[in-house]
Nanobody, 121 residues
Framework: QVQLVESGGGLVQAGGSLRLSCAAS????????MAWYRQAPGKQRELVAA???????NYADSVKGRFTISRDNAKNTVYLQMNSLKPEDTAVYYC???????????????WGPGTQVTVSS
């Protein structure tokens, strides 16, 4: 069973930076989309950023210009560079990997256990 493991979370002051990584425990074939979500206490999980196999990216409006998502296909790893962090970025951050085989095959959808990011004011 493939497992995703996030790392790089922690406590940082407002204005600081963190780089999150998410690595798969084994090779995942036919990866389509890799993404980062976050969930703050009392709030729903929300999409932060996503990147497709063609390197198209999508960001939540709240992080545009501050966060950058990237991927290393050879390492089955996705990164999230977070700059100019704000207290409202405090949340548990989760990575997701979705595969694509064909229009007739249900894709695999993997999630990591999450990593805590805390931004102090």
């Amino acid at each position: 069973q493939v497992q995703l493991v996030e790392s790089g979370g922690g406590l940082v002051q407002a204005g600081g930076s963190l780089r999150l990584s998410c690595a798969a425990s084994e090779t995942i074939f036919s990866i389509n989309t890799m993404a980062w979500y976050r969930q703050a206490p009392g709030k729903q999980r929300e999409l932060v950023a996503a990147i497709t196999s063609g390197d198209s990216t999508n960001y939540a409006d709240s992080v545009k210009g501050r966060f950058t998502i990237s991927r290393d296909n050879a390492k089955n790893t996705v990164y999230l560079q977070m700059n100019s962090l704000k207290p409202e970025d405090t949340a548990v951050y989760y990575c997701e990997v979705v595969t694509y085989y064909s229009d007739y095959v249900i894709p695999d959808d993997y999630w990591g256990p999450g990593t805590q990011v805390t931004v102090s004011s």
